[in-house]
Structures are given as structure tokens and as C-alpha cells.
């Protein structure tokens, strides 16, 4: 997450989704002249600590390095409890957090694959699962920016 930070405070912002949307092809970037926000620095969550993630997550989104595969890429619906490592390959931010009624703790996750894919774009993942990593490697590599 960090090299996506440098790299949007090194060209003066980043677009808004409705300028520059995301196509799922590899090409190169474009930059334009009106970028929807901007950021100074950013800030590393202690690796590591669904207790650390928890906490920023409670203030603003968190962008998270976690493993995907089939699985993964196959969501619908539900709390994904889902095969997968700490094999850190695909970037989402966790938007918010809840419990189930069934008690199922789960990070509420935006990803960047339209709203075709999973619950309209988003996924409820399982949270505190025991170990410190979390489910997919999620609590291993986050970060958040400042404005």
C-alpha cells in the first residue's frame, strides 16, 4: 500500500473513480490535471493486530494487502471464511466492521472489481479468527493516508 501512497502524493492526487475508472486490463496510467483528493503522508497500522486495524478502521477507511484466489474471486454473499493464505496479492480497503446475528465477527471490505463482483462491490470478511495475521493475511499490511 505504501508504493500506492508515494506514488499519489509524488503526482499531486489521484482521480475520482467516475473520471478514471477502473477497465480490469493492464495499461498505463494517465494522469489528469483535476485530482479528486490529495494527501501528505500516510500511516502504517501496526502489523500483525486485528486489535491495531480494528482501531484505525473505527476512524477512517483502511487500504489492506490481503491474498485472494478462487474463492475469492468467486464471492456472492455471506461472511467469507474462505481458503487462503498470507500470500499478499491484491489490495481493498476495509470500509467498516460488524457482528452477525449469529455472532460472526467480519471487516466490511470494498474492492476495486465493480459492483458485479461479490454484494455490490463490497464483501464481509470473517474477523478475529485467532490468529494475528487475520483472514488472508489482512491485519499484515495496512496503511491509511492524511490529507
Known amino acids: 500500500m505504501d508504493l500506492t501512497f508515494d506514488y499519489i502524493m509524488q503526482n499531486q492526487g489521484l482521480s475520482s473513480e467516475t473520471d478514471y475508472p477502473y477497465e480490469g486490463i493492464e495499461r498505463t496510467c494517465e494522469l489528469t490535471s483535476t485530482p479528486a483528493a490529495k494527501?501528505?503522508?500516510?500511516?502504517?497500522?501496526?502489523?500483525?493486530?486485528?486489535?491495531?486495524?480494528?482501531?484505525?478502521?473505527?476512524?477512517?477507511?483502511?487500504?489492506?494487502?490481503?491474498?485472494?484466489?478462487?474463492?475469492?474471486?468467486?464471492?456472492?454473499?455471506?461472511?467469507?471464511?474462505?481458503?487462503?493464505?498470507?500470500?499478499?496479492?491484491h489490495g481493498v480497503?476495509?470500509?467498516?466492521?460488524?457482528?452477525?446475528?449469529?455472532?460472526?465477527?467480519?471487516w466490511l471490505i470494498q474492492n476495486s472489481w465493480g459492483k458485479d463482483w461479490g454484494e455490490g462491490g463490497y464483501m464481509k470478511m470473517q474477523r478475529d479468527i485467532g490468529a494475528p495475521e487475520g483472514l488472508c493475511g489482512i491485519a499484515m499490511k495496512a496503511s491509511y493516508p492524511i490529507a
Open 93 to 106: 480497503t476495509v470500509i467498516g466492521y460488524g457482528t452477525s446475528k449469529d455472532g460472526t465477527k467480519y
Open 39 to 89: 494527501i501528505t503522508q500516510y500511516e502504517d497500522v501496526p502489523a500483525n493486530s486485528e486489535k491495531d486495524l480494528l482501531n484505525a478502521v473505527s476512524i477512517q477507511p483502511v487500504s489492506v494487502a490481503i491474498e485472494v484466489g478462487d474463492a475469492f474471486k468467486n464471492y456472492q454473499h455471506g461472511i467469507y471464511t474462505g481458503d487462503c493464505g498470507t500470500n499478499l496479492n
